[in-house]
């Protein structure tokens, strides 16, 4: 699964993309996300507040219990900001 | 038409261009945002856009594709700009053309709602105190809500 | 600032001048109207522009002093030409520029919704049958209307 | 007292500006309209509609019963159609 971080989720974990192979009970944006935390103290400070976290799965918009799968592309971002 | 890029855009270029040879157009209706130098009560020397590659074009396509399903627009137009900025550049720039300048306005102002609240952005100011990601705003989402029912096109 | 000219304006100079030297603006919203090719099932050939010299300038101008009064601008616009047009030839520009956005759009197009059933111009149309003074339409007074109360601006 | 037309009024009446002298008994708009029908059959025809004209006095709009004075510039016009 290829993860891209944006904004200051990339400052805050220190990458802006990674492949990661989370466990086969990791079905959901939601269990993603709390499996994220364990990768070390900048993800799970970064992750530490999920509403304050947006998911892409494949350039859409995702919510908590929507589907991730191994070939997905997940994106995590703060609330846009453009414009 | 959608357009990121990091190069400044010719504001009158891209105006003419969009209308040229189309006189149906009765109305323009035109937005175009600006770095401030102030964002509350700190200086801004500059600031950053970042976005999502792929993700960004995809979301402004569809913004425009809506746009024009919701109003009978002539033209339209949003190009937005990422990279480093300093005050009083351009960011972004939305118009929509119309017979009648309601669909227009309407349109134009549904483009930059909507880009705010979707498009995946983000700015990172620089004060005095350091570099900060701008907080996005519940002004914008409220802004964003008033289009959530398809709205009836006012006839001029 | 007004205008009213019978030659054409450069939009695009006219805007970078509007904005030129001050960074507190972060959003600019424009309106232009074009001749349009057709009204209704007629083609236009042309149309002519009479307008009220001295009254006019004077509407505009308090149109736009109106428009400052409502919202907190930081730049506003009216240029208006008069004479004889043809089809997609600019007719109007109106802008105003302010710190936010909701601000710059309500007073654009409240300069145009005012100017357009209050500033003494007149329009008459060269079609196939003839020339034809333009009718003034209901939906014009009524998009007029909805500024008669002070509104209030939203905050961005 | 100083009158100019616009646009239809201007081609019905056939005049664009011309000055007049209204007996002192016209005081107000609507009586200044209605008297100058009778300065020709253009001024009949272009002011038999009272409701489609507009009036400025001054160079600020007017309404029926509003002042006019000898030393007033009065313009009729209909509906303005500008923008």
Chains 1, 4 share one sequence.
Not at chain 1, 16 to 39: H, K, M, N
């Amino acid at each position: 699964m290829k993860l891209l971080y944006f904004a200051w989720l990339k400052s805050k974990t220190g990458v802006a993309e990674e492949d990661v192979t989370p466990p086969p009970e990791v079905t959901t944006v939601a269990e993603l996300l709390i499996w994220l935390r364990g990768r070390g103290p900048g993800h799970a400070e970064a992750l530490a507040d999920l509403d304050a976290i947006k998911v892409a799965v494949n350039q859409e918009y995702a919510q908590a219990g929507d589907p991730v799968r191994p070939s997905d592309e997940v994106a995590l971002f703060p609330p846009v900001t453009g414009g | 038409m959608i357009r990121v890029q990091e190069a400044d855009f010719d504001l009158g270029a891209e105006l003419a261009k969009l209308t040229a040879g189309n006189n149906k157009i009765g109305g323009l209706a035109v937005f175009v945002g600006l770095v401030r130098d102030r964002a509350g009560d700190k200086a801004i020397g500059a600031m950053t856009l970042e976005h999502y590659p792929g993700m960004t074009e995809k979301m402004l396509a569809r913004i425009e594709a809506e746009a024009n399903q919701r109003w009978p627009l002539d033209a339209s137009l949003i190009i937005h700009r990422v990279g480093r900025l300093e005050p009083g550049e351009q960011i972004v720039l939305v118009a929509a053309a119309s017979a009648h300048r309601q669909a227009a306005f309407d349109a134009c102002q549904f483009l930059i709602d909507w880009l705010k609240t979707k498009a995946p952005f983000w700015k990172l100011e620089e004060t005095g105190a350091g570099a900060k990601w701008v907080d996005a705003r519940d002004s914008d989402t409220q802004a964003t809500e008033r289009w959530r029912a398809p709205k009836k096109d006012m006839a001029e």
